[in-house]
């Protein structure tokens, strides 16, 4: 399954193209924050980059399907997938994707893989290729909420992640395109069924996402500043 969101008008020709991807609703919500901000960034042109929003569908394997028809279909300068995480209270910029998928819950498939890698015989991790503490210090400095995050999960999110950045270093094509992967938290809508769960409402999403990529865009080398964590 690949849904693309609005496009925009006007597009230039040899225009850079960000890529933006959402997830679908998953374990019984009906919204997905993921979807909601890429729609609402899709035909932005941020930094000199035009963004392309696609959807991917929750489920191991037809999610990396789905993202390698948007590489092949958009031919990207950079890359960033957003996934929803219940529990986290801001925009979580991730680290690095691990191979292996371990599903606490079952995917929109109903499959549920135990300890399996996301691609076999390939390395246990990559780290994104993007500039995270520079995009943590821009949204911080725009009085928004973010943080390096040190672990993607075992889903299908670490699950796109990896994916993509086995693609992004494996492939010729891929040469020079940068990729990572940011978390968001619930949607106040979905929080109110979920009793102290924390949420941010969309337009800061949206917003946060946003100076996010402009940060990604705008800088090539990182930070060296503090984004650890104890534990």
Not at 48 to 54: L, M, P
Not at 129 to 144: D, N, Q
Not at 162 to 187: A, I, Q, T
Request: glycine content about 10%.
């Amino acid at each position: 399954m690949l849904r693309g969101g609005r496009a925009g008008t006007g597009m230039k020709r040899n225009e850079p193209t960000l890529l933006l991807t959402g997830f679908e609703p998953f374990n019984g919500e009906t919204v997905n924050p993921s979807w909601q901000v890429a729609q609402a960034l899709a035909g932005e042109r941020i930094a000199g980059a035009r963004v392309v929003a696609v959807q991917l569908p929750c489920i191991f394997g037809a999610a990396l399907s789905a993202l390698d028809a948007a590489l092949a279909a958009h031919k990207p300068t950079l890359v960033l997938a957003l996934g929803q995480a219940s529990g986290r209270c801001d925009l979580s910029i991730e680290r690095v994707a691990i191979n292996v998928d371990d599903a606490r819950i079952a995917d929109n498939a109903g499959a549920r893989p135990i300890d399996e890698p996301v691609i076999a015989d390939a390395p246990a991790a990559y780290f994104a290729t993007l500039p995270i503490k520079a995009m943590v210090a821009a949204v911080r400095a725009a009085g928004l909420p973010a943080s390096v995050s040190q672990t993607a999960g075992t889903f299908v999110c670490n699950h796109v992640f990896y994916g993509l950045m086995h693609r992004l270093r494996g492939r010729s094509g891929m040469r020079g395109v940068r990729g990572g992967f940011m978390h968001l938290p619930l949607l106040p809508e979905q929080a109110a069924r979920h009793p102290g769960v924390a949420s941010l409402p969309l337009l800061t999403m949206v917003e946060g996402t946003r100076v996010a990529l402009a940060a990604a865009l705008a800088t090539t080398g990182d930070l060296r500043a503090s984004g650890g964590a104890e534990s």
